[in-house]
Every structure is written in C-alpha cells, then in structure tokens.
C-alpha cells in the first residue's frame, strides 16, 4: 500500500482486538485487584526503579494531546510503557510470589496487544513518540531514576488507558 496511509485511515480508531484486550485488561486492573497483588503483598512503601520516561500520567497525556500529537501515537506510546511497568515489577518478584501469576497474565495481556501494534511503523507515530519509546528501550538500567510503587505504575496505566480507549472502545468508566 501506499506508506503513510495506514496512519491516516486506520490509527485514528482504536482497533477492535485493541478494544478487546484493553477491556479485558480493565478487569485485571480492578482496584481490589490492584490493591491485593500490588500492595498487600508487597512490604510497606516497596518501590520498583524505573525511568523517567516509563512514568506516564494521565497529565503527561494531556500535555502531548495538546501538543497534537495523534491518539494512535499516544496509545502506541501507552502501551510501551505499560508493558515495560509490568516487567519492570516482574524482574523483582521470584515465581512463587503470589503476585506472580497476576503480572505474568498482565504480561500476556500486553504481548496480545503487542501483536496489535506490530504493524505500527516508527514512521507512523510523531516524532516525539517515536523517541519516547526508543528511551524506554534503549537505556540501559544504571539510567533508572525513579522510585515508584508497584500499585502506582499500574495505577497509571489504568488511568491513562481509560483516557485513551474508553471512548473508541466505548467502555464505562467504573
């Protein structure tokens, strides 16, 4: 096809496999679920160290939005960091954690979605995206500078995947 179509046609609205994980997702991302598997059973104030750029909020959002920067990009961009978050907590819990088995279902959540956006090309996003998730992937881990709750990442991720889906998928704020 023609390059450049794709963004223009298709990216604008969330694709149905997009609208479905992300739903599926919602329900992973419960409250109590979220407050069990990331704060019960972690000790008291346990932080994960992340990058600067694996922290989005739902402000960050804002600001890129007003910046003009596509949904699409800004989904894209959402789901790179959400995955690494999810590793991020990963890589600090041994298998017979109980809140193993969550994140690794969170995990294969975000490998679905994954499937979704290999056909994104860099060249599809706006620049400012496209370097944000090349940060993300390319720093190595003496450059994590953030301390942040296990709950606070996935928190995020809620908030700003309900900002960005919730209309194109149509599904409730709960």
Known sequence: GCPGVLAVLGLEAAAPGECELTRLLQDK???EMRLQYMKHYFP????VQVQYEEVLRPSNITRLRNGTVSEAALRYLWFHVSSQAVLRIREVLPEK???WKYTQELCQLFDALGEEYSKY???DVETVVADLVKLIHSAGAESRSKAVRPKALLDN???VMRMLYGVP????IR
Request: glycine share 4%; proline share 5%; net charge neutral.
């Open 29 to 31: 991302l419960q409250y």
């Open 44 to 47: 008291i104030d346990y932080t």
């Open 97 to 99: 954690h109980p809140s």
């Open 121 to 123: 090309r860099q060249t």
């Open 157 to 159: 991720c809620l908030k």
């Open 169 to 172: 998928c149509e599904f409730g």
